[in-house]
């Protein structure tokens, strides 16, 4: 018997609090028990990880997964909201979410260039139905779960945050010891909303990598600033281009080549912090708030 893929390891970091630490799944996701309910952050890339999670969480209780919270847009995290819609779960996002699961990652995957399937797969997305503005709080039970908006990575993000075991699922908007996707990212919002963590006591779950602390957190600050500073450096040299690119990369590879996926994202994340230090960075285009 071929024995069943391992898409991911839980972890739990304070009673009724598990992170599903992504052992194949493509991102990292969280499950908060309550009295009552139980509410679920993303939901991976995979739709088969996001039946197994549920699985786990069938074992452990019969309670009703009430909601399902995704800290932003990109695939890694809203490919298995279906599985969960379906098994009852209202899903919920930051407002612009829901706009951006389709469009944005039709781009994020490569636009016109995507295959079929790739297309189908994305076109299929559930979306969350339920968006908030800057601030709600879920009910489970005994336990509040607060979901806050925060800048940096896509302009969608949510922080979900339980106050009485001081964990916080921080979505994308930190890796552990780990090269970010800078695509739809703004680094000064980004760098300003880490900095509010500093000496901060609690566990932190990043969208990928290790559960870590309040100084892992700051460890990544110092990447984002570290790229940022590197860009402008090449920059005010007169650098442009693929020379720009070249001098701020190597430098960064000297500091921080040794974390997971810089080969695949540092350099785009280099070309992503020079268009924004000159104006040109593209993110995703947020909806108008609404009026009377």
Known sequence: MVPAKRYFRLEELAPGVLAAIDEGAGANAGVVFGSEAIAVIDSFYEAE?????????????ALPIRYLVNTHHHVDHVGGNAIFAAAGATLIAQRQVAAWVRPENLRLLGGERISEAQRARVQALQAPGI????????????????????LGHTGGDTIAWLSD????????????????????????????T??????????????????????DVADFAGY?????????????????????????????????????????????GVRHALAERQGLKRVPPPLASPRW
């Open 131 to 150: 968006g908030y503005e800057q601030q709600m709080m879920l009910e489970l039970g005994g336990r509040q779960l607060w979901l806050r908006h925060a």
């Open 194 to 215: 880490l900095a509010a963590f500093e000496g901060h006591a609690g566990r932190f779950v990043p969208g990928h990598g290790e559960p870590g602390t309040a100084a």
């Open 165 to 192: 075991a001081q964990v916080f699922f921080m979505g994308d908007l930190f890796w552990r010891r780990a090269a970010p996707n800078l695509t739809d990212a703004r680094l000064s919002d980004w760098i300003a």
């Open 224 to 268: 984002l600033r570290r790229i940022d500073a590197l860009a402008q450096q090449a920059l005010d040299e007169g650098l442009r281009g693929a020379a720009a690119e070249a001098q701020a990369l190597e430098a960064l590879r000297a500091s921080h080549g040794d974390w997971a996926y810089f080969k695949g994202l540092a350099p785009s």
């Open 49 to 61: 990880a996001a039946t197994a999670l549920l699985a786990e969480i069938r074992r452990r209780s």
